[in-house]
């Protein structure tokens, strides 16, 4: 069983940065891809971001590419989400996953709760 507890959330304004973290209990974090999904209000949850056991292989959305970098450091079992750019429409619940690959929201096996980004013009 993995728990997957997200941070680092809040309200930024249009160009402005943040960084998610994603703290994940159990001792096989470093054996599992990883990854980001959003869910915007009345919108269904979309892929953001994945990376695979090693960090060497990512995947991004077109939405967000060249803004957002998707990383980890398996020795602290945490799993990054560094936002550049912020605009109005990447206002989202941003959700850390875990156990899988590919993107949709049936590829993961484990979900946090959820962490809100409140970008403000």
């Known amino acids: 069983q993995v728990q997957l507890v997200e941070s680092g959330g809040g309200l930024v304004q249009a160009g402005g940065s943040l960084r998610l973290s994603c703290a994940a209990s159990g001792r096989t974090f470093s054996t599992y891809a990883m990854g980001w999904f959003r869910q915007a209000p009345g919108k269904e949850r979309e892929f953001v971001a994945a990376?695979?056991?090693?960090?060497?292989?990512?995947q991004y959305a077109e939405s967000v590419k060249g803004r957002f970098t998707i990383s980890r450091d398996n020795a602290r079992n945490t799993l990054y989400l560094q936002m550049n750019s912020l605009k109005l429409e990447d206002t989202a619940i941003y959700f850390c996953v875990a156990k899988g690959w590919g993107i949709g929201a049936n590829d993961y096996d484990y979900w946090g709760q959820g962490t809100q980004v409140t970008v403000s013009s």
């Open positions: 990376i695979n056991w090693s960090g060497l292989n990512t």
